[in-house]
């Protein structure tokens, strides 16, 4: 498996409130992605990142942010949590972006009451 | 806009039964095609591409799927399926003008009875 990880696992947040959730891979790959998941829709691309400090937006990026200060560093933001951004998120990376495989990070499971 | 249907969203079958998964796309040129698999509680792994070539691919774990451009087509088959193939599939579609962003299907849930 790719050298992946997405901290944390599982969170449980409040309405309102900020959270970030970490994408560190240690592959050295140019292109992150976060995705979020939902039953009926599939996997969603929030944003991307092609290179260090660029980034650009997905399809569902409206109540998102993201940072990428280093390679290996892939931060996805929630300004003001809402219960509808309770979903898993998986952060993908890949070497060459568009043509080149994805490969997954294991999720984050995010609750917003 | 480009999307990515699979007609299948859930599927039961028996170990030993053969297996076929639709994947139809809307775009008209070149393309990227993958199949992507999620077992239960784990992140999503792929299965196999097609990028260019042989439109016969072959995967991991048995799987392949064959390219018909004239159809829009990547469908995912193996022959005999086994318990340890349940889990959910994706497919993807990346065309020459999308700029690094694959267009995902919704998914194929997949249940194999022992």
């Known amino acids: 498996d790719a050298g992946i990880t997405q901290s944390p696992r599982h969170k449980v947040t409040e309405t309102g409130t900020p959270v970030t959730l970490r994408c560190h891979q240690t592959?050295?790959?140019?292109?992150m992605y976060w995705y979020r998941q939902d039953p009926g829709h599939g996997l969603r691309l929030i944003h991307y990142s092609y290179g260090v400090k660029d980034t650009d937006k997905g399809e569902v990026s409206d109540g998102y942010s993201v940072s990428r200060s280093k390679t290996e560093d892939f931060l996805l933001t929630l300004e003001s949590a809402t219960s509808s951004q309770t979903s898993v998120y998986f952060c993908?990376?890949?070497?060459?972006?568009?043509?080149?495989?994805?490969?997954f990070g294991p999720g984050t499971r995010l609750t917003v009451l | 806009a480009q999307s990515v249907s699979q007609h299948n969203h859930h599927v039961i079958l028996s170990e030993a039964a053969s297996l076929e998964l639709g994947c139809n796309y809307s775009?008209?040129?070149?393309?990227?095609l993958f199949w992507y698999v999620q077992y239960p509680g784990q992140h999503l792994q792929l299965l196999l591409k097609?990028?260019?070539?042989d439109p016969l691919v072959k995967g991991i774990k048995g799987f392949e799927a064959e390219f018909i451009k004239s159809k829009f087509s990547f469908n995912l088959r193996k022959p005999s399926v086994q318990w340890s193939d349940t889990a959910e599939y994706f497919c993807?579609?990346?065309?020459?003008?999308?700029?690094?962003?694959?267009?995902w299907g919704l998914g194929t849930s997949l249940a194999v009875n022992p």
């Open positions: 993908a990376i890949s070497l060459a972006g568009g043509a080149d495989t994805q490969y």
């Open positions: 097609y990028f260019s070539g």
């Open positions: 592959e050295n790959h140019r292109y």
């Open positions: 993807a579609v990346l065309n020459a003008g999308n700029n690094r962003k694959l267009i």
């Open positions: 775009y008209g040129g070149t393309v990227n």
